[in-house]
C-alpha cells in the first residue's frame, strides 16, 4: 500500500510542473499591439533600420528607455520598482599546459 502511494505522490509530483503555467490568461498578441510597441520603440530611438553589428544592445537600450518611461508614469507612492543583479562565480582554474617550461 505505501509503495502505491509513493508511486501516486511521485506521479503527481511528476505531472504538477506539466499542468500550471506562469500566466492564468495568455492572449494572443495583436498586430495593433506589435506596431504600437514598435512605434514607442522608434520614439525611444531604436532604429529597426539600421544595421548595426550591436542589434541587441541597441534594442535592449530602447527598451530600458521605454520601461523607465512607462514606470514614470505609473509610479506609486512606494518608488518604481527596481531590478537587481547578482553575478557570482569562481576564479579560472590555474591549469598549467602539460609542456609548460620545454
Not at 506539466?18 to 498586430?31: D, N, Y
Not at 542589434?55 to 528607455?65: F, S, V
Not at 520598482?81 to 569562481?90: E, F, I, L, R
Request: no cysteine; proline share 7%; net charge positive.
Amino acid at each position: 500500500m505505501k509503495n502505491l502511494i509513493a508511486a501516486a505522490l511521485a506521479a503527481t509530483v511528476l505531472a504538477a510542473p506539466a499542468l500550471s503555467f506562469a500566466q492564468a490568461e495568455q492572449q494572443p498578441v495583436t498586430r495593433a499591439q506589435v506596431r504600437a510597441e514598435l512605434v514607442q520603440l522608434e520614439k525611444a530611438g531604436y532604429r529597426p533600420n539600421l544595421a548595426s553589428p550591436y542589434y541587441p544592445d541597441d534594442l535592449q537600450a530602447a527598451e530600458a528607455r521605454v520601461a523607465q518611461q512607462n514606470g514614470a508614469a505609473q509610479a506609486s507612492a512606494y518608488g518604481a520598482s527596481t531590478n537587481g543583479s547578482v553575478q557570482s562565480g569562481t576564479r579560472a582554474p590555474n591549469i598549467k599546459p602539460t609542456y609548460f617550461g620545454q
